[in-house]
């Protein structure tokens, strides 16, 4: 199975604050890299595609890049609403796996 | 809209099994599949097999043996049964959206979850 591993696990910031979180596969998985936004007792909410390409609707404050092995999400200017669990998949191969997230909490 | 709307919470004793059912709507239910999804207490998401309605199936090793996924395309609904349930198997159980083959995929939009405990 492909392991996906996040960094941090957790992280403050201050609303306005520019953020990073990284996310690293176990083998290559070309671009196949999807991220997720999770706030407590909803469903995640599907954020990015294709490692770099933003679903309908989702803000352009958020964005994503890396391929192969390597890579991040980043929130530009964090807004209130951004505080939340964020989530890597690969959709290279099955089993589809998660990184097992990362908390952004308010500083 | 797209949306996928699950089966209410349940209790359950070890040993039992549970169904759960995830009634989609909004789109061409032959034109996609369906993946499931679990989240424990406090953890993090686990994918449990995906299934299209083209009798095609794909489980997680972990749930191979234990872990049923059906569709009933006059309803639109997919369903997803696990038996001998252990406390261990407490969690959200989530549908989503998935492609309708398994290559490269993601999981739009997804269901509420249904919460199934374990308890005896």
């Known amino acids: 199975d492909i392991q996906m591993t996040q960094s941090p696990s957790s992280l403050s910031a201050s609303v306005g604050d520019r953020v990073t979180i990284t996310c690293r596969a176990s083998q290559s998985i070309g671009s196949s890299l999807n991220w997720y936004q999770q706030k407590p007792g909803k469903a995640p909410k599907f954020l990015i595609y294709?490692?770099?390409t933003l679903q309908s609707g989702v803000p352009s404050r958020f964005s994503g890049s890396g391929s192969g092995t390597d890579f991040t999400l980043t929130i530009s200017s964090l807004q209130p609403e951004d505080f939340a669990t964020y989530y890597c998949?690969?959709?290279?191969?099955?089993?589809?796996?998660f990184g097992q997230g990362t908390k952004l909490e308010i500083k | 809209q797209v949306q996928l709307v699950q089966s209410g919470a349940e209790v359950k004793s070890p040993g039992a099994s549970v169904k759960v059912s995830c009634k989609t709507s909004?789109?061409?239910?032959?034109?996609?599949?369906v993946s499931w999804m679990r989240q424990a207490p406090g953890k993090g998401l686990e994918w449990m097999g995906w299934?299209?309605?083209?009798?095609?199936?794909n489980y997680a090793q972990t749930f191979q043996d234990r872990v049923t996924l059906t569709t009933d395309t006059s309803t639109n609904t997919a369903y997803m049964e696990v038996r001998g349930l252990r406390s261990d198997d407490t969690a959200v159980y989530y549908c989503?959206?998935?492609?309708?083959?398994?290559?490269?995929?993601?999981?739009?939009?997804w269901g509420q979850g249904t919460l199934v405990i374990v308890s005896s």
């Open positions: 998949q690969q959709g290279y191969i099955t089993p589809r796996t």
């Open positions: 909004g789109y061409s239910f032959d034109n996609f599949g």
């Open positions: 299934i299209n309605t083209y009798s095609h199936i």
């Open positions: 294709g490692a770099s």
């Open positions: 989503a959206r998935d492609s309708v083959d398994i290559a490269d995929n993601w999981f739009d939009p």
